[in-house]
């Protein structure tokens, strides 16, 4: 069975320092996909990044960057000059090829960056 | 403003009564997901549908939910009898379907059940 664990339930950092969002997954699969959604306090679900299990090459966008390390089962979430706007629950996800793009979520990450 | 919608936003309910949410995908969208979410939890899985067929239900789903897609646009998703556990956030997602490629769920706002 597919599962996620998100370790750090809530971290709090002050504006302009650096925070690592955490994620280990567990699948069977040798095909999957793993995702990081933003939850705002609005609610809504807003996507952030996917990545493919055979593509292992690190990503940049803007302050975000992403680690996925196979070898450790973790995609972890790195936020540069964290800004208050940064603020949110953010969610790591993983969908198994086949499995009809359903989405197990990890418990989440409260991210609260303090002025 | 052609996004994944919800009604209502919000539903406060007494033990016992139904409730019926509706969903209104994406429109090019045929696949259509709902989810719980509980306080401070990440969502779970319920439900999905490709088109109006529904091919998969947790085992999260009772006998006191069931969901449809009619016409493989819009979808209800019903509580009967609900409980005090059944109060969630209740999500839906919609996404396109192409070939193998994995294709992005796009969330709706959300329908926030409350039941006394």
């Known amino acids: 069975a597919q599962k996620v664990t998100q370790a750090q339930t809530e971290i709090s950092v002050v504006e302009k320092e650096d925070v690592t969002l955490d994620c280990v997954y567990e699948?069977?699969?040798?095909?999957?996909?793993l995702f990081w959604y933003k939850q705002p306090p609005s609610g809504e679900l807003v996507f952030l990044i996917r990545r493919n299990s055979f593509d292992e090459q690190n990503e940049i966008s803007g302050r975000y960057s992403w680690n996925f390390q196979k070898s450790t089962s973790s995609f972890n979430f790195t936020i540069t000059a964290s800004q208050v706007v940064d603020s949110a629950v953010y969610f790591c996800a993983l969908s198994e090829f086949g499995a009809g793009n359903m989405l197990t979520f990890g418990g989440g990450t409260r991210l609260m960056v303090k002025p | 403003d052609t996004g994944v919608s919800q009604d209502p936003r919000h539903k406060i309910t007494k033990r016992g009564q139904n409730v019926t949410f509706r969903c209104d995908p994406i429109?090019?969208?045929?696949?259509l997901y709902w989810y719980r979410q509980t306080l401070g939890q990440g969502p779970e899985f319920l439900t999905y549908?490709?088109?109006?067929?529904?091919?998969?239900k947790s085992r999260l789903l009772s006998d006191r939910f069931s969901a449809e897609r009619p016409k493989g646009s819009f979808s209800t998703l019903e509580i009967q009898r609900t409980e005090q556990g059944d109060s969630a956030m209740y999500l839906c997602?919609?996404?396109?379907?192409?070939?193998?490629?994995?294709?992005?769920?796009?969330f709706g706002p959300g329908t926030r059940l409350t039941v006394l």
């Open positions: 429109s090019e969208h045929n696949r």
């Open positions: 549908f490709q088109n109006e067929a529904q091919l998969e």
């Open positions: 699948t069977r699969d040798t095909t999957y996909y």
């Open positions: 997602a919609s996404s396109e379907t192409s070939g193998v490629s994995y294709n992005e769920q796009f």
